[in-house]
């Protein structure tokens, strides 16, 4: 006995839509040595410069820098503020 009714529909799965698996992330460093615009364009140059970074936030008054991107390397973003010529602390 038993009753055939056809192959049963199989429906294919669409969860391998693959994201990258990167995390944006942001970086907080104080660099009480920056006191002007020149201090500013400086640390956001060599900062934007590093690999993963999206944007650089610098906050003259408070003197932090606020680094904003994905896969971020903490060292190579304390690097690059060096190579400014500035010391950076984490905040
Ligand atoms: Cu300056």
Known sequence: MGVCYGTPQVYPSRSSKGRPMTTSATLEYSVPGMSCEHC????????????????????????????HGTALAPDAVVAAIDRAGYDAEPA
């Open 40 to 67: 500013r364009s400086a640390v956001t140059e060599e900062v934007a410069a590093v690999d993963g970074v999206a944007a650089v936030d610098v906050d003259l008054t408070t003197k932090r820098v606020r680094v």
